[in-house]
């Protein structure tokens, strides 16, 4: 079996889709229509979706009631392979469209609101991607409309208008309004080809599809979002190793102005404690230093050692400049025993000494053995505990892979295996493409890119020079009066900014290579 086609980061543009028309698709298409009291769009929607260039033997439709009222029945004029399923528990899209992939029978997903209207080639110009590699997400071109003269038409004669390539004389002189915040940011980044990780953030379900085969890989959908579910299905698709595309053949009218649209600020509003938890790609709504959320930023791995350094460690990256992280710890917790012993000279000591410093610590997970997967942005493996990092090295070190949109740093210990800080999504792409025998470290570099350093160089210590830099180098003299006043007073200027801070260290890491080093030291 030959392997997928490799994209490097989100560069889609090196797939060569077929041109429309000139194909032959082999795969089975479904597109989920959740619905809930549309039945004034939902039998436009099923007309130019039964006009589809797509062939109907590899088409089904799948109508999902989100418990309307009425219920909701299907019209006259449908594709030939339509059905109905109703939701009989939880309510919303998000949940709608999770419950119609589960009973969906198509190898390809497809979801479509019940308030679009497609053009004739709009099931083809997405399925064309599926056919090339298994982790394409495309998007289509979408425009709002109203659809008041839609309405008085016969949805037959809509079906006939779409199947004869005239979709779009059904709104004449009317302005077609773009979903114009995507368009701005398909724009800055050649339709997402240069974005990088960031394209997640523009995933657009209402026109999107996706292989069944990757969105039960991922996460899917939250069933329990009422609003936001396509921007966290987009982070669940990308942490499966998904790749978003834009196909502008692709193209749909929205039948009104969106709710996204004509209520962005409060939309927002309802959204952001809800994606911020879910979704570590949304730095700018995590900005409050030392909260934690659902899914870290990083994720620390490392296997507990001698209790000494193993809290040293620990205590070194929750004490840094990455506070939105997880350390999970591997050890024996299930020997830490209540049985009558001398305490100091308790056979597992060293064990229970690591165990009751986290076991309340909400940031720590106590673990005995670990799968390697995160659901993490970001995951660090430390191979021992005899290096801890300085405060700003981990910030550094992921402001280093962020600004690249590589895959992994190697960080080389003087004797022994390396520690590993990788992008978690580059290593679901990676093993997504890997066939038996391929070199998964060569695949991830030509996918996504990997670089070496050598750890110490990079900020990190023996544990005991930590240890040294933590509480000596951080002590104070007896307290002056008068000098702690004029503290106070610079802290409070600097805090009204009217006193210029100095550079931190993600600020001088992105200065030009050959300047200064990766934690702004001169070279």
């Known amino acids: 079996m030959s392997r997928q086609p490799v994209v490097r980061h989100n560069d889609w543009g090196v797939l060569s889709p077929p041109a429309l028309g000139e194909w032959e698709p082999t795969l089975s298409v479904t597109v989920v229509v959740p619905t ?64 119609g992939a589960l009973a969906a029978d198509g190898d390809v997903l497809h979801w479509y609101d019940a308030d679009m209207l497609a053009y004739r080639e709009e099931v083809e110009a997405h399925a064309r991607w599926h056919h090339l590699i298994d982790y394409a997400v495309p998007g289509g071109d979408k425009r709002f409309v109203d659809p008041a003269t839609l309405l008085e038409v016969d949805p037959a004669l809509v079906r006939d208008r779409v199947a004869a390539g005239e979709a779009a004389d059904l709104f004449p002189g009317q302005e077609h ?11 800055k ?7 990088g990780p960031r394209a997640q953030r ?65 939309v927002n509003r309802f959204n952001d404690p809800y994606l911020a ?28 050692g001698p209790a000494d350094e193993t809290i040293r460690v620990v205590d070194s990256l929750l004490d840094g400049d990455v506070p939105d992280l997880r350390v999970t710890i591997i ?6 025993h209540d049985d009558r012993v001398q305490p100091v000279e ?40 005899s290096l801890a990092p300085l405060p700003a090295t981990l910030a550094a070190l992921l402001d280093d892979l962020e600004r690249t949109h590589h895959g992994a740093r190697v960080l080389s210990y003087d004797d022994g295996a390396p520690a590993r800080l ?10 997504r493409l890997a066939a038996d025998g391929d070199d998964r470290e060569a695949l991830l570099e030509e996918s996504f890119g990997v670089k070496t350093y050598r750890a110490r160089d990079v900020g990190f210590v023996p544990v005991e020079e930590r240890v040294v830099e933590r509480f000596t180098l951080g002590a104070r003299p007896p307290m002056d009066p008068d000098k702690s006043e004029h503290r106070l007073m610079k802290a409070l200027r600097k805090a009204e900014g009217t006193e210029a801070p100095a550079p931190d260290a993600g600020d001088r890491a992105a200065e030009p290579d050959g300047k200064r080093g990766l934690f702004g030291r001169r070279r």
């Open 189 to 195: 980044t050649d339709d997402l080809r240069t974005a």
């Open 277 to 304: 938890d879910l979704v570590p790609t949304m730095r700018p709504k995590r900005n409050r230093r030392g909260r934690a959320y659902q899914v870290p930023y990083l994720e620390v791995v490392l296997a507990a």
């Open 422 to 431: 990788e992008r978690t999504s580059a290593l679901a792409r990676v093993a």
């Open 346 to 385: 308790d056979p597992v000591l060293e064990t229970r000494l690591v165990h009751r410093s986290y076991l309340h610590e909400p940031r720590v997970r106590l673990v005995e053995s670990f799968a390697g997967t995160s659901d993490a942005e970001f995951l660090l493996t430390l191979p021992d505990t």
């Open 177 to 187: 309004e773009p979903h114009q915040w995507v368009e701005d940011y398909w724009a």
């Open 202 to 266: 523009y995933h657009i379900g209402m026109t999107g599809s996706v292989s069944k085969a990757l969105y039960l890989d991922s996460e899917g959908f939250d069933r329990t979002l009422r609003l936001g579910e396509d921007m966290h299905l987009g982070h669940s698709l990308a942490q499966a190793g998904g790749v978003f595309v834009v196909d502008r053949e692709a193209r749909s009218w929205h039948l009104g102005r969106s709710q996204v649209l004509r209520r962005a600020e409060q």
């Open 331 to 336: 050890g024996p917790w299930s020997t830490v």
């Open 36 to 99: 809930f009291n549309y039945q004034h769009t939902l039998p436009y929607v099923l007309a130019g979706l039964a006009a589809q260039s797509y062939p109907a033997h590899l088409l089904e439709v799948l109508v999902v009631d989100d418990q309307s009222t009425p219920a909701q029945e299907l019209p006259e004029v449908r594709p030939d392979n339509t059905r109905i399923i109703r939701v009989e528990e939880g309510w919303g899209r998000a949940n709608a469209c999770h419950l």
